[in-house]
């Protein structure tokens, strides 16, 4: 039954549908401003990538209509704060299609995952309109006061809950005086975890880059744990926090910047994963997907090389 | 007369040392991050580079060729040591901020292959303008990264002016953008080879459109002729 191969244009609507599920568990806990975020990075994506694409003299609409672009701002947007302010995802989404896609030569030719080099610059550039996200639900019109700057924030704002355990760590706290827990960021992991199960059904995607991916979080973090469970927080928590599950099916997945071995992607998607936890416990900044993706992204070649499969009988 | 013109031309554009040459972007892509320390080390460069060209062009004929880079290398050095010493005399606060990248001008490889590539072959009053285009070449380039990361990063040009024109440089500060909270990756390394990256792009860019029109002119015999005589 789906043994026909599908377009990029289906395998794009098939990764936009499987994040249904994540967007409305965020959308439920943030409000509106979910989903303002996504408005605007599409009509940003697709205006941008039409303008370059003038510039480059290449037709526009078989290029726009594959929905790769929409896809890239899809996740970016889902990635940053739903009361950024809107310059941050124009600005963001802008970036990555331009430097992340478009200069590259456009889809299939860019050696970094578009969406997180967006998020990368985003997060090195504007560290503190990143990194508080909204404290409650907003409603439609408070979303949009907020994202157009037309009204503060900082009553109803905070920081993430990894964000919060990092600081409280520093400060000396120990594990287990802390809430470690998010009942948010825990519904929302399970929607993209769903969501991914969903792709993995559909056979868009394979599952050895997320299972790789998870495992990876799961071995390193479990042996930080082990070490030391009062400085380290626990496994599940590293599943159900932050960008994880966003990370391991939607993220490290894409066929362009990814692995294309079966064994370069389980290599490729373990040391994601362990790079993930590295960057979370012992760098600077509170979530470590986007740095581990793009790490991992330039390592792929090398993976691919040294991973093609024998050409039986030789 | 051609000559001159010829060797104005190679240092500011055709043969830019940071463009063309990709040479010395070590300090280039380092210290950058606005434009006064960008025209600090810029001026350094082209001190030591016209003095070098000079110097080496003079006992061009002295040196024998089995130890002529080392010696080269000492004639550098000691020139940047007097920029060194002299910045630390006079500008001392810039001194402090541009640190390593001035001790480390000896390395620039641009210096190096000017003394090789011309100096070593030509006259000292043309090693000198050749020092002297290729050193503004540089600090041009300098200038311009260091405005686009300053202007982006932090939305002022000319600022902290002062440290190289005292008390009159604070009025020289603009501040571009009000209320502008900065976009840090202009500022940090990232920012220093994409902003080249952009500014090589847009010299091909020129130098391709230049062709194009260059080729649209009919090739009549006249044009080529006054060609072959400038060269």
Redesign the interface.
């Known amino acids: 039954m789906y043994s026909k191969a599908l377009n990029t244009n289906q395998i794009m609507r098939q990764v936009m549908y499987a994040l249904a599920l994540g967007v409305v568990a965020a959308y439920s806990f943030f409000g509106w401003g979910v989903i303002v975020q996504i408005v605007l990075a599409v009509v940003t994506a697709i205006a941008v990538e039409s303008a370059f694409l003038s510039i480059r003299k290449h037709p526009i609409k078989p290029a726009i209509s594959d929905g790769s672009a929409a896809l890239s701002a899809i996740l970016l947007a889902i990635s940053i704060p739903s009361i950024a302010p809107w310059w941050i995802v124009v600005?963001g989404v802008a970036f990555a299609i331009i430097?992340g896609k478009q200069l590259y030569g456009g889809l299939g030719n860019n050696p970094f995952n578009p969406a997180m080099l967006g998020y990368a610059?985003l997060l090195?550039?504007?560290?503190?309109q990143m990194t508080t996200w909204a404290g409650e639900f907003l409603g439609f019109s408070q979303a949009i006061d907020v994202v157009f700057n037309l009204s503060s924030v900082d009553a109803l704002s905070g920081a993430t809950q990894l964000d919060n355990v990092k600081t409280q760590l520093a400060l000396g706290k120990m594990v287990s005086e802390l809430d470690v827990h998010s009942i948010s960021q825990a519904w929302i992991n399970l929607g993209f975890l769903l969501g991914g199960l969903y792709l993995l059904f559909r056979r868009v995607i394979t599952w050895h880059i997320p299972a790789a991916f998870i495992t990876g979080v799961a071995v390193i973090s479990s042996v930080l744990f082990l070490i030391n469970d009062q400085i380290y927080i626990p496994v599940q928590n590293h599943l159900m926090l932050g960008a994880t599950m966003l990370g391991a099916f939607f993220i490290a997945t894409d066929p362009v910047s990814g692995s294309t071995t079966p064994k370069g992607r389980l290599i490729y998607g373990f040391l994601m994963g362990v790079l993930v936890v590295v960057i979370r416990v012992f760098g600077g900044y509170p979530d470590g997907v986007a740095f581990a993706v793009l790490l991992m992204n330039i390592t792929v070649p090398l993976i691919d090389y040294y991973t093609q499969p024998k050409v039986f009988g030789k | 007369m051609g000559d001159y013109i010829k060797i104005v031309k190679n240092g500011l554009w055709a043969n830019n040392q940071a463009l063309v040459a990709l040479l010395g972007l070590c300090p280039l892509l380092a210290v950058t991050n606005n434009i006064v320390n960008a025209i600090g080390l810029g001026l350094a460069t082209t001190f030591v580079l016209v003095a070098s060209n000079v110097t080496v062009s003079i006992f061009r004929n002295h040196i024998s060729k089995e130890v002529r880079i080392p010696i080269f290398v000492l004639l550098i050095a000691s020139f940047v040591t007097i920029v060194e010493l002299l910045m630390q005399s006079y500008f001392y606060d810039l001194y402090l901020i541009l640190g390593i990248f001035v001790p480390l001008i000896v390395t620039n490889c641009a210096i190096l292959g000017r003394a090789e590539a011309y100096a070593s072959k030509n006259t000292w009053d043309k090693s000198a303008l050749d020092g002297l285009m290729m050193g503004i070449g540089f600090s041009l380039v300098l200038i311009l990264l260091g405005g686009m990361r300053e202007l982006i990063g932090s939305g002022t040009l000319f600022d902290q002016s002062s440290l190289i024109l005292g008390s009159f440089g604070d009025t020289l500060s603009i501040t571009v953008f009000e209320n502008y909270q900065g976009t840090l990756l202009a500022i940090l390394p990232p920012g220093a080879f994409i902003g080249l990256g952009l500014i090589v792009a847009l010299k091909n860019l020129l130098d391709l459109k230049a062709a194009k029109t260059s080729e649209s002119i009919p090739l009549d015999g006249s044009i080529k002729t006054i060609a072959l005589n400038n060269s």
């Not at chain 1, 090195?124 to 503190?128: D, E, N, Q």
Request: aromatic fraction near 38%.
């Open positions: 600005v430097f610059f090195i550039s504007y560290p503190l």
